[in-house]
C-alpha cells in the first residue's frame, strides 16, 4: 500500500503528518470510535491502528494499559479512499502545506480494559537506517580521534515515502542502535507547519544507549548519557518527487552542550552541503579536526570553511557566559554554551514578557515547564535560554529543546503522573496541550496574537486567514499554582517592550538586558548563601589545631542557622515582603537543584583545603 494514494498532491510530508495520514486512511471507512477505559474515555485519535487486520492500539497519556490487544472489524486498507473534503479530528487547527486538515464523525463504544494495549509508533517495524555513499567514505583515524573533540558525526536524514524520516547516512561512521535511529529520524524534521520552502535550524537532545553488544564497535560516549543534536532542515520543491518536495536535515551530533557555538556551524554548513554534496562534510570534518582542544575557560579562534570564529569555552557546563554590550557581534563572537542569539530571544517571550520574573522563580524552583512553539527553532532557542538564565545553578530535571511523540522517552516524561520536577519540554505539537494539560505551567512562546473582537449584538467579523487562531495554545504564560515573590523590574520592562517594536538593533540590545538581567538575579539569590557557607570554611587556626581529616571539609549546612543569617543580613532581590523572602529560600532548600549546587560548593571547599 502506498501513502500516496491518500494524500493531496503536491503537498510535502512531515514525519508526524505521514503517521497521521496513514491512520486516518485505516480508520476512514469506519465511524471514529470512543472506547471506554476504566472510568475513562479515549477517541479515536488516542488509537493507532496498526494493520489493516484492525488490531487497534491504545495511545492515551491519560491513562496506564494493559499488554493486550483489541480486535475490530475494519475495512482492509487496500480498499479505503480518503473524500476530497475532510478536516481534522478534535480541535480545529490551521492546515499546513505538510499536514491537510482532518475531520472523522465519532461514535461511542465501549470496551473492556483487558482489551486494551499501549501505544506503539506506527513505524516502529520499519528500519530507519540505510547505507548510502556517505557510509562507504573513509577517513583517516586521526582525523576522526581529532573530529571527536568537538562532534560526533554529520547525519544526514531523509523523508522515504514508504518508510518516513530515515537517516540516510553518518559520516564518519558510527554506530547507532534502533532507538537512537528513530529519535535522531523523527526529531532531525520540523513536527509543525513551516513553509512551502526553506530552511530552519532547531536542536534537541536524545538518550544514547550504553555500548554493550559487540556489533556497536568503539563509539564516542556522551557525558551525560545524551546526545546533542543541530539540525538544518531543508524543505524545496522538486517536481521529480511524487510528493513534489523534497526533505532533508543535516545534523551535526556531539555530547557538548554548546547550543550558540553548534548552530553557527550548522548556519554555515547546511546550505553549503545542500548546494555542494557530500564534499562540504569532508571539508567540515578537516576543519574542525585542525582545531585546538576544547579546554575549559580559554578564547579560540576556529577556521570553517571560510569562516573564521572567535569562540569562548565556559569554565564548566553551570558557567554563565555574559558578553560585552554593545560591543558584542553576534556573526563573529560565539559564546559557546549560550541560547543563540539570532533571531532576538526577545521576540520569543514577547506575549510573556510581563511574566518573566514568575517565570525564572519557577525555574530555580524546580517547577516542571511545557514549552509549546511554532516550530523546533522556537522552542529549542528557548529551552536553551531558560538554561542559560539559570546558570551557576545546576539544572535538576531533564531538559528537551525539542520533544516529539516518537522519542523513546514519550511515555517516561508525558503520562498522568505529575510532571518530573525541573523538567524543560519543548514542544510544537497541539497534542501535548492535551496529554499535558495537568501540568502547573506552560509557556507558549511567540510574538502577541491580536484577534478582532465582535460584539456580541453585531454580526461577527470573518477574521481574516493570517489572525486566524495558531495551532496549539496562544502565545503566552499560563500558571495554576505560581504567585510571584519578587518585584518586577519595571524600567526594564519598559524598555524590552518598547524594543520590541523597535529595529533588529534594538531587539538585540534588549534581549541581551533581559538575559544579563536575570543572570544578574540568579547569582543575587545565592549571595546570602554564599555569606553563610564562608562562615562553615575552617579558619587556619582550626586546621592547624587539628589536622584530621574533617577539618579539610566544610561544616554541614543548618537550615535555621541560615535563616538567622538571612534575617540579620537580608538580600539584594527586591522581595515584596520579609515573609515571602523567607517563604521562597525554604522552597529552594527542598528542592534538588540545590542539593546538587551545595554538594558542588563542598567539593569545591575540600579541593582548596586539600591542597593546602
Keep these: 500500500m502506498r501513502l500516496h494514494q491518500f494524500h493531496q498532491p503536491n503537498l510535502p510530508l512531515t514525519s508526524t503528518s505521514y503517521s497521521f495520514i496513514l491512520f486516518?486512511?485505516?480508520?476512514m471507512s469506519t465511524p471514529k470510535l470512543q472506547i471506554q477505559l476504566n472510568d475513562q474515555s479515549l477517541s479515536l485519535d488516542e488509537?493507532?491502528?496498526?494493520?489493516?487486520?484492525?488490531?487497534?492500539?491504545?495511545?492515551?497519556?491519560?491513562?496506564?494499559?494493559?499488554?493486550?490487544?483489541?480486535?475490530?472489524?475494519?475495512?482492509?486498507?487496500?480498499?479505503?479512499?480518503?473524500?476530497?473534503?475532510?478536516?481534522?479530528?478534535?480541535?480545529?487547527?490551521?492546515?499546513?502545506?505538510?499536514?491537510?486538515?482532518?475531520?472523522?464523525?465519532?461514535?461511542?463504544?465501549?470496551?473492556?480494559?483487558?482489551?486494551?494495549?499501549?501505544?506503539?509508533?506506527?513505524?516502529?517495524?520499519?528500519?530507519?537506517?540505510?547505507?548510502?555513499?556517505?557510509?562507504?567514505?573513509?577517513?583517516?583515524?586521526?582525523?576522526?580521534?581529532?573530529?571527536?573533540?568537538?562532534?560526533?558525526?554529520?547525519?544526514?536524514?531523509?523523508?522515504?515515502?514508504?518508510?518516513?524520516?530515515?537517516?540516510?547516512?553518518?559520516?564518519?561512521?558510527?554506530?547507532?542502535?534502533?532507538?537512537?535511529?528513530?529519535?535522531?529520524?523523527?526529531?532531525?524534521?520540523?513536527?509543525?507547519?513551516?513553509?512551502?520552502e526553506g530552511s530552519e535550524d532547531h536542536s534537541f537532545r536524545i538518550r544514547q544507549e550504553a555500548s554493550t553488544f559487540p556489533s556497536a564497535g568503539k563509539r564516542p560516549v556522551s557525558?551525560?548519557?545524551?546526545?546533542?543534536?543541530?539540525?538544518?532542515?531543508?524543505?524545496?520543491?522538486?517536481?521529480?518527487?511524487?510528493?513534489?518536495?523534497?526533505?532533508?536535515?543535516?545534523?551535526?551530533?556531539?555530547?557538548?552542550?554548546?547550543?550558540?557555538?553548534?548552530?553557527?556551524?550548522?548556519?554555515?554548513?547546511?546550505?553549503?552541503?545542500?548546494?555542494?554534496?557530500?564534499?562540504?562534510?569532508?571539508?567540515?570534518?578537516?576543519?574542525?579536526?585542525t582545531w585546538l582542544d576544547p579546554t575549559p575557560g580559554i578564547a579560540l579562534e576556529l577556521g570553517f570553511l571560510g569562516s573564521v570564529l572567535s569562540v569562548d569555552i565556559p569554565l564548566t557546563e553551570d558557567t554563565q557566559q555574559l558578553v560585552a554590550q554593545p560591543k558584542f557581534d553576534i556573526s563573529t563572537q560565539v559564546v559557546a554554551a549560550a541560547s543563540p542569539f539570532a533571531p532576538p530571544p526577545l521576540l520569543l517571550f514577547e506575549a510573556a514578557l510581563s511574566h518573566m520574573w514568575s517565570i525564572w522563580e519557577c525555574?530555580?524552583?524546580?517547577?516542571?515547564?511545557?514549552?509549546?512553539?511554532?516550530?523546533?527553532?522556537?522552542?529549542?532557542?528557548a529551552v536553551w535560554w531558560l538554561r542559560d538564565v539559570l546558570k551557576p545553578i545546576p539544572l535538576a530535571g531533564d531538559f528537551r529543546p525539542y520533544f516529539t511523540i516518537h522519542d523513546g522517552d514519550h511515555s517516561l516524561l508525558v503520562n498522568r503522573l505529575p510532571p518530573k520536577p525541573g523538567i524543560l519540554l519543548g514542544v510544537t505539537n497541539p497534542f501535548?496541550?492535551?496529554?499535558?494539560?495537568?501540568?502547573?505551567?506552560?509557556?507558549?512562546?511567540?510574538?502577541?496574537?491580536?484577534?478582532?473582537?465582535?460584539?456580541?449584538?453585531?454580526?461577527?467579523?470573518?477574521?481574516?486567514?493570517?489572525?486566524?487562531?495558531?495551532?496549539?495554545?496562544?502565545?503566552?504564560?499560563?500558571?495554576?499554582?505560581?504567585?510571584?515573590?519578587?518585584?518586577?523590574?519595571?524600567?526594564?520592562?519598559?524598555?524590552?517592550?518598547?524594543?520590541?517594536?523597535?529595529?533588529?538593533?534594538?531587539?538585540?540590545?534588549?534581549?541581551?538586558?533581559?538575559?544579563?538581567?536575570?543572570c544578574s538575579r540568579t547569582n543575587e539569590l545565592l549571595l546570602p548563601l554564599s555569606r553563610y557557607l564562608n562562615t562553615l570554611i575552617p579558619t587556619p587556626a582550626e586546621m592547624k589545631k587539628d589536622r584530621s581529616a574533617n577539618t579539610r571539609r566544610m561544616k554541614p549546612f543548618n537550615r535555621d542557622q541560615f535563616f538567622v543569617s538571612l534575617k540579620t543580613h537580608g538580600s539584594t532581590l527586591p522581595f515584596r515582603s520579609a515573609a515571602r523572602r523567607k517563604e521562597f529560600y525554604e522552597r529552594w532548600l527542598k528542592t534538588p537543584a540545590f542539593g546538587l549546587w551545595i554538594a558542588r560548593q563542598e567539593g569545591i571547599v575540600h579541593g582548596v583545603l586539600e591542597n593546602k
Excluded at 486516518?24 to 480508520?27: E, N, Q, T, V, Y
Excluded at 543534536?229 to 524543505?235: D, E, G, L
Excluded at 515547564?369 to 522556537?378: R, T, Y
Aim: with cysteine; net charge positive.
Design 24 to 27: 486516518l486512511g485505516r480508520s
Design 47 to 196: 488509537v493507532d491502528v496498526t494493520d489493516s487486520r484492525g488490531n487497534v492500539t491504545a495511545n492515551s497519556p491519560s491513562s496506564t494499559l494493559s499488554n493486550t490487544s483489541l480486535t475490530t472489524q475494519q475495512t482492509p486498507l487496500d480498499e479505503l479512499s480518503l473524500p476530497s473534503n475532510i478536516a481534522h479530528i478534535g480541535n480545529t487547527i490551521s492546515s499546513s502545506p505538510s499536514s491537510p486538515v482532518l475531520e472523522v464523525p465519532r461514535k461511542q463504544l465501549n470496551l473492556p480494559r483487558s482489551q486494551s494495549v499501549p501505544r506503539s509508533a506506527t513505524f516502529e517495524n520499519k528500519s530507519r537506517r540505510r547505507n548510502s555513499e556517505v557510509d562507504v567514505l573513509s577517513v583517516e583515524a586521526d582525523v576522526v580521534t581529532k573530529l571527536r573533540r568537538w562532534i560526533h558525526a554529520f547525519a544526514i536524514v531523509e523523508f522515504d515515502l514508504d518508510v518516513g524520516p530515515i537517516v540516510d547516512g553518518v559520516y564518519p561512521g558510527m554506530y547507532l542502535f534502533p532507538s537512537e535511529t528513530e529519535n535522531l529520524a523523527f526529531s532531525a524534521f520540523p513536527d509543525s507547519s513551516q513553509f512551502q
Design 432 to 518: 501535548f496541550e492535551r496529554s499535558c494539560a495537568h501540568w502547573p505551567h506552560m509557556l507558549s512562546v511567540g510574538r502577541k496574537v491580536k484577534l478582532p473582537e465582535s460584539s456580541a449584538t453585531s454580526t461577527p467579523t470573518p477574521v481574516p486567514s493570517t489572525l486566524s487562531k495558531p495551532a496549539g495554545p496562544r502565545p503566552g504564560w499560563r500558571t495554576k499554582t505560581h504567585n510571584r515573590y519578587i518585584s518586577k523590574d519595571k524600567s526594564l520592562l519598559k524598555r524590552i517592550e518598547e524594543a520590541s517594536s523597535g529595529t533588529t538593533k534594538q531587539k538585540l540590545e534588549a534581549s541581551i538586558a533581559l538575559r544579563h538581567h536575570f
Design 363 to 381: 525555574l530555580v524552583l524546580c517547577e516542571p515547564l511545557l514549552i509549546f512553539g511554532a516550530s523546533p527553532a522556537e522552542t529549542s532557542q
Design 223 to 289: 557525558n551525560d548519557g545524551f546526545l546533542y543534536c543541530y539540525s538544518h532542515f531543508t524543505q524545496r520543491k522538486d517536481k521529480t518527487s511524487k510528493r513534489g518536495y523534497h526533505q532533508r536535515a543535516l545534523v551535526i551530533l556531539t555530547h557538548l552542550q554548546y547550543p550558540f557555538l553548534f548552530t553557527v556551524l550548522s548556519k554555515i554548513l547546511g546550505p553549503l552541503f545542500e548546494q555542494h554534496g557530500t564534499p562540504m562534510l569532508e571539508t567540515a570534518c578537516h576543519n574542525i579536526a
